[in-house]
């Protein structure tokens, strides 16, 4: 049977937190017209996203785009080095 978009899967979780938090929480809640649960479900779950995005996703700056892009459309030739490594590579890879 298909779940409803009302049927959202949950988990429970429970923690021991200060009275003052606790209180302070209760307050923000009201404040903004929410349960304390629904508070709590807003401010954490918007914090762990910008957290796994912060750590999902490299920012550069303008300067540092203009140079990465530039290097995707002109590569520069590879050294003696690096061709000399992608043989090797290469040979290794073969061989299995």
Known sequence: M???KTDVETARLEARIPV???DLMQRAARLRGMTLTSYLIATAGED???IVEDADIMRLARED???FAEALINPIAPNERLVRAAKRHSEMIERR
Request: overall charge positive; cysteine-free; hydrophobic content about 25%.
């Open 48 to 50: 762990a996203r910008r």
């Open 2 to 4: 298909n779940k409803s």
């Open 20 to 22: 003052q938090i606790y």
């Open 65 to 67: 785009q203009t140079v």
